[in-house]
């Protein structure tokens, strides 16, 4: 079985920075892509930013220049870097991983549980 569990979220004021983490566990062989998505009250969930097997990032218009994806594919984690906060950042982030192969199954894609940000304004 596959797990993604989240980690950093919180409460932050504007202008302020938080570091989220996801680790990947199970039986895994190897990870596609993994990315971070947010989704707000009232709204549907949307991209934050994803890397991929290369390890080439992807950012959303609203975060590039303020956040930070990376991604250590042997150990399965990822990072999310946040810096300068708006209190529209504010959300539950999921991970994602995508593409996951163990030495049973195939998964195109799998979901953590989600962590909160809340920026103040």
């Known amino acids: 079985q596959v797990q993604l569990v989240e980690s950093g979220g919180g409460l932050v004021e504007a202008g302020g920075s938080l570091r989220l983490s996801c680790a990947a566990s199970g039986s895994i062989v190897s990870i596609s892509a993994m990315g971070w998505y947010r989704q707000a009250p009232g709204k549907q969930r949307e991209l934050v930013a994803t890397?991929?097997?290369?390890?080439?990032?992807n950012y959303a218009n609203s975060v590039k220049g303020r956040f930070t994806i990376s991604r250590d594919g042997p150990k399965n984690t990822l990072s999310l870097q946040m810096n300068s906060l708006k209190p529209e950042d504010t959300a539950v982030y999921y991970c994602?991983?995508?593409?996951?192969?163990?030495?049973?199954?195939?998964?195109?894609?799998?979901w953590g549980q989600g962590t909160q940000v809340t920026v103040s304004s």
């Open positions: 994602k991983a995508e593409h996951i192969r163990t030495p049973t199954t195939y998964l195109l894609d799998w």
């Open positions: 890397v991929n097997g290369g390890g080439y990032p």
